[in-house]
């Protein structure tokens, strides 16, 4: 299922701009991303800082929570992403759910999920806020970069690439296998 794809400049947040699309109907998959966010969003209301740089990404489809809810979800976008990155780090990836993606006890990527309804369809908002290359500054927790784990710049745009494709991958597979079975092939 091939996924529309949206750019921008800058954003206060691409999750924001999800929501819109989905309340203008437009209901294909669409990936938006943006070099720049204002107002990043994470989990509980905390704040994902977003420094240029980095990528900022936010996926969204329609999806059948009878077939595959929303926690299984969040397991299945934990193992996409880790996968993806698995691919270019050696290092061994820890998830620290329901939402991280650490290095070495240290935060690189951070996943929100929210469903809005509209016109009777559930959609799934999946917000990925990930360090490739800028390591933001917080005092709640240890982050680090993609950059600094490889020691060498990292190009966002050969990341987006395989992060669309294994969503593309993944929208296909949904209907057809069972949430254990994507599991088994996503882990």
Do not use: H
């Amino acid at each position: 299922m091939k996924i529309r794809i949206k750019k921008y400049k800058k954003v206060k947040s691409t999750n924001d701009i999800a929501l819109k699309l989905i309340k203008k109907n437009i209901s294909e998959p669409t990936l938006i991303t943006s070099e720049k966010q204002t107002n990043g969003r994470g989990r509980v209301g905390k704040k994902w800082i977003s420094k240029k740089g980095n990528l900022f990404i936010s996926i969204f489809f329609k999806f059948d929570q009878k077939k595959i809810n929303f926690k299984q979800f969040a397991v299945l976008n934990a193992f996409l992403l880790k996968k993806v990155i698995s691919k270019i780090i050696s290092k061994k990836i820890k998830i620290k759910w329901p939402n991280d993606l650490l290095l070495d006890s240290k935060k690189f990527c951070g996943i929100l999920q929210e469903v809005i309804k509209n016109d009777n369809f559930n959609y799934l908002i999946v917000g990925i806020g990930l360090n490739t290359n800028i390591v933001p500054e917080n005092k709640s927790f240890k982050s680090t970069s993609l950059k600094n784990i490889l020691n060498k710049k990292v190009n966002n745009k050969n990341i987006l690439k395989n992060i669309i494709i294994s969503y593309e991958k993944l929208l296909k597979e949904k209907d057809k296998f069972s949430f254990s079975e994507l599991k088994k092939k996503y882990k």
